[in-house]
């Protein structure tokens, strides 16, 4: 190994940042999973009798289900019943009016998240909905996002107060019997977001919702749901983070998005759960379905993400294209490093006419990680005049990780168009010389590089997001240099 | 400026140079010529850092300073400078973030501030126009899709911006067509000043004609077997290397 090599290995050694610990007092439901906790999870959050029904039957069918294996990804088996599967907080009787009544405690932490709920001390234009472990702590912004008609809640809260659109479209995008960990979700979960934006509303702010989990052996299963009738305009940006420790704790989310005849989603992701130390110890295990029907004609749905955390990666953002020219897109950037693996990509589903679809997916390597791209693009009868651009680009930092790409494509209609292109390329040593020989230090020149590598990706990203995505990916790469 | 003694360097076992001695005043323009294999690259590599090179004796003073001590960011910050024989592209970064990157690195090992966006637009605008380059270059990702001669402008541009102390130019005439061997020179004569010093490497004599030398050394078997004027680049033009190869062989 050339002494560059070596720098390159060098490099890999990150600090998390977001690795502390917030003490609190909370509700912690003991370990263990059966249909009283169930029961128990659905009366402490006062769900409508159906929810319950729907839980159990989600569980019923979990129980019959298998842990899925066909994913380049390797862990032990996970002990469902040494999972606490609430935990929240301490509160008042009805949850907090204002901030005022927030655990000062849970204000810092968001603090130092970056994430102010003060809305005095507000990202401008952005609209948050923190949850924290089982329970959202607030949400910013209620009131003006009201007066456009925009509901902006926790989905516990709509639960309670929009039942008839929760039951409308609660699993009409990702149904319970889906897959294991959905079917899982759809049992336990205990909040998220949930957005409803009205015919011909353009949302006047930016909406985020930022998942934070504390507690110690506590799974975090949040469900969010995302309805934009017709006509419609909303861009939505999650951003999640953890504490560091010892043991693998578990995600397991469904985010559901509905467009309706000329709406426009765009959903973008900054993920950065802890990933573990440098050992492959600990981090979470991010197991996650999410899902997008296009069911209007001219509707578009756009997932963009920046993948940079958590020990294990599973998740494939879709778009089901239903209506007529609907439009599909996916923009992600996967970068794992140490022991981190990761197994991402994206399906589109062609059903309607005229229907397009573009992934671009760019994944990073680093240390000893894996980091697969696996996508379908499956074109159906019906969706004639069909078009898919595929692009997948790997790069591989140092000479002990792996990129691997699964493209699968499945057409059955003559006159789609499919297009697929791939690369996989090092930085060179040439290529880090070169930047140093110009005064840059080892670490901004590789930070460069894969920035410089990103790129397609992060101009899809809002403004001020795509910002904060490069200083992480800086910081993911962040380490010792000679 | 640059003073090496009896350099010896080695690439695994293999010696490549087998004690250079080189002095280099301030001001002053060095040409180094030699066949191929003589060592010129590995002179331009171990006197900018790169890796891969053991020094199994000698050393190399530049400004006072352990030169080969130095990590190589640190000798461009210096002021160290190294146009590559072949310039390497980074897709996806734009020229002019590199340049800007580059040249507020080396301002904060000066303990100067960063630079302003208008200054250093204005700055490079400058430039780019002292060298015929077209501004859309500064936007394109460095050296990505560019001709051998673009790529050769871009090295020049970044050594206008930069302003070392040292240049060492690496071959930088091979692939250069006639028009674009005038335009690069003419960046290079107009960089000459009383406090910057320059290395050429060269193969060539024709280089010479357009940047005018102060002294010529001749590489061979990885020992500079002759020194002299500018009349020895013609010399060399006239009888080639072998005269001096066999001179050395028989001594």
């Known amino acids: 190994m050339s002494a560059s090599t070596q720098e390159i290995n060098n490099l890999i050694n990150q600090e998390y940042k977001q690795g502390f610990v917030t003490e609190l007092e909370t509700t912690t439901f003991l370990p263990g999973l059966d249909e009283d906790v169930i029961a128990k999870l659905s009366k402490i959050k006062n769900e409508p009798e159906f929810m319950l029904e729907y839980r159990l039957k989600a569980f019923r069918h979990w129980q019959t289900m298998k842990s899925p294996e066909w994913a380049f990804v390797k862990f032990d088996p996970i002990d469902y019943q040494s999972i606490s599967y609430y935990s929240a907080p301490k509160r008042k009787e009805d949850g907090p009016k204002s901030l005022d009544e927030i655990d000062p405690q849970v204000l810092e932490a968001y603090k130092k998240l970056g994430i102010p709920l003060d809305e005095q001390e507000r990202l401008a234009g952005v609209a948050v909905d923190a949850v924290f472990d089982s329970v959202s702590v607030a949400t910013t912004f209620k009131g003006k996002l009201k007066d456009a008609g925009v509901i902006f809640c926790p989905i516990s809260e709509a639960l309670r107060d929009h039942p008839e659109l929760i039951k409308e479209y609660l699993g009409s995008v990702v149904p319970i019997s889906d897959n294991y960990f959905a079917a899982l979700n759809a049992a336990v979960f205990t909040d998220g977001s949930f957005v409803y934006i009205p015919k011909g509303v353009r949302c006047p702010m930016e909406l985020s919702t930022y998942f934070r989990i504390n507690a110690a052996n506590t799974g975090q299963f949040e469900r969010t749901l995302i309805i934009a009738d017709e006509g419609s305009h909303v861009s939505y940006l999650e951003g999640c983070t953890a504490p560091m420790r010892d043991e693998n704790q578990l995600h397991a989310a469904v985010v559901e998005l509905v467009a309706m005849k000329d709406a426009v989603i765009k959903y973008s992701t900054v993920q950065n759960w802890y990933p573990g130390d440098k050992n492959g110890l600990g981090g979470i295990y991010n197991f996650v379905t999410k899902r997008a029907d296009c069911r209007g004609e001219n509707s578009k749905v756009s997932w963009t993400q920046v993948e940079t955390g958590s020990a294990i990666t599973w998740k494939y953002p879709s778009c089901v294209l239903t209506g007529d020219n609907s439009v599909g897109e996916f923009y992600s950037v996967a970068l794992t490093n140490n022991y981190q693996q990761a197994d991402t990509g994206t399906k589109m589903i062609h059903i309607g006419k005229n229907t397009r679809s573009t992934i671009v997916s760019k994944g990073i390597s680093a240390g000893k990680a894996q980091n697969t791209y696996r996508g379908l693009v499956k074109v159906l009868k019906s969706a004639e005049n069909a078009r898919n651009y595929t692009q997948c680009d790997s790069l591989l930092v140092g000479d002990q990780c792996g990129a691997h790409t699964f493209p699968y494509i499945e057409v059955k209609q003559p006159s789609a168009q499919v297009e697929h292109e791939a690369t996989t390329s090092k930085i060179s040593e040439d290529q880090l010389f070169f930047c140093q020989q110009r005064g840059l230090s080892a670490e901004d020149a590789v930070s460069m590089i894969v920035n410089g590598f990103c790129k397609e990706v992060f101009k899809e990203l809002p403004m001020e997001f795509a910002v904060e995505a490069q200083a992480l990916l800086g910081l993911s790469l962040e380490g010792s240099v000679g | ?251």
């Open chain 2, 1 to 251: 400026m640059l003073s090496i003694k009896n350099l010896h360097v080695s690439v695994g076992d293999k010696p490549i140079l087998k004690g250079i001695n080189l002095e280099i005043k301030p001001g002053e323009i060095h040409a180094i010529m030699g066949p191929n294999g003589s060592g010129k690259s590995t002179l331009s590599h171990i006197l900018s850092g790169k890796s891969g090179y053991t020094v199994t004796e000698g050393s190399a003073t530049y400004q006072g300073k352990d030169l080969l001590d130095m990590p190589p960011e640190i000798r461009a910050r210096e002021g160290v400078f190294l146009a590559f024989q072949y310039p390497v592209e980074i897709p996806g970064v734009s020229n002019v973030y590199l340049l800007k990157a580059a040249l507020n690195s080396i301002r904060k090992h000066h303990g100067q501030s960063e630079v302003d966006a208008m200054d250093f637009l204005t700055l490079v605008k400058g430039k780019v126009r002292l060298l015929e380059m077209d501004e859309k270059f500064l936007y394109r990702a460095v050296n990505e899709g560019f001709s051998g001669g673009e790529k050769k402008r871009n090295e020049i541009l970044q050594m206008a911006i930069l302003e070392p102390k040292l240049c060492i130019l690496d071959e930088t005439d091979s692939g250069l067509d006639i028009d674009a061997l005038k335009i690069v020179s003419e960046g290079v004569n107009s960089l000459r000043s009383p406090d910057r010093s320059f290395v050429m490497v060269t193969h060539y004599q024709r280089l010479l004609d357009y940047i005018k030398p102060d002294f010529v050394h001749v590489l061979a078997h990885g020992q500079i077997v002759k020194s002299g004027g500018p009349e020895l680049a013609l010399e060399l033009e006239e009888k080639g290397y072998s005269w001096l190869e066999d001179a050395e062989a028989s001594a």
